[in-house]
Structures are given as structure tokens and as C-alpha cells.
Nanobody
Framework: QVQLVESGGGSVQAGGSLRLSCEASGHTYSAMGWFRQAPGKEREGVAGIFDDGRTRHADSVKGRFTISRDNAKKTLYLQMNSLKPEDTAMYYC????????????????????WGQGTQVTVSS
């Protein structure tokens, strides 16, 4: 059974840092990603990573966020630095076993499995 469990969210002041983790059960996934959704907004891709380590980050987080994964531990990470109030959202971990292109890593439709989310709140 596929299960993705996020942790690490919380409340920080602008300029602070958080590290999100996502523990995955089941098989190894070809690609995993982080998405976020703020109230009243659509879910958007933050960063994605293939099992070979190739990554893609959204322009809005480049230079501040870094996605990584530990395949042995089946754990996905998102290191978030220099946080801004506009980063406030529910953050979701996602995974797929299918073959995906690099450009599709930030599209929610590319992923088949989703976690329940962890809240990140950044105050000014």
C-alpha cells in the first residue's frame, strides 16, 4: 500500500528556514515532488526530483529551496531557506512510478500518489 507522510511544517518568521520530510512506503518511485496550495489558490509545483537525482525547481523558489531524496530511506526532503510570507501554504508530497519528462515534474497531473500535507506559515 502506498503511503506518503509529510512532516516538518510549522510557523516561522520571514527569512527563516524549515526542512520538510516525506516518508514513502511501497515501491521505489521514479519521480517525487513537492507541491503547495494556499487558500483560494490552485495547487502549484514547488520542486520535483527523479530517482537518478535530476531536479527541477519552480522559478519562485530557485536559490531558496532545495529538493533532495534518500532512495535507501525512501525519504524526500525540501530544504526551505529565506522563507517569505508568500510561501505560506499547505505543502504536499507526491510520487509516481510512471515515466515522466523533466518539464512535467511541476505538474500535479504527473503524480499518482499524494500525502496529506503539512502546513507552512511564514509571518512578516
Amino acid at each position: 500500500q502506498v503511503q506518503l507522510v509529510e512532516s516538518g511544517g510549522g510557523s516561522v518568521q520571514a527569512g527563516g528556514s524549515l526542512r520538510l520530510s516525506c516518508e514513502a512506503s511501497g515501491h521505489t518511485y521514479s519521480a517525487m515532488g513537492w507541491f503547495r496550495q494556499a487558500p483560494g489558490k490552485e495547487r502549484e509545483g514547488v520542486a520535483g526530483i527523479f530517482d537518478d537525482g535530476r531536479t527541477r525547481h519552480a522559478d519562485s523558489v530557485k536559490g531558496r529551496f532545495t529538493i533532495s531524496r534518500d532512495n535507501a530511506k525512501k525519504t524526500l526532503y525540501l530544504q526551505m531557506n529565506s522563507l517569505k510570507p508568500e510561501d505560506t501554504a499547505m505543502y504536499y508530497c507526491a510520487a509516481t512510478k510512471g515515466t515522466r519528462s523533466w518539464w512535467s515534474l511541476l505538474l500535479p497531473v504527473s503524480f499518482d500518489y499524494w500525502g496529506q500535507g503539512t502546513q507552512v506559515t511564514v509571518s512578516s
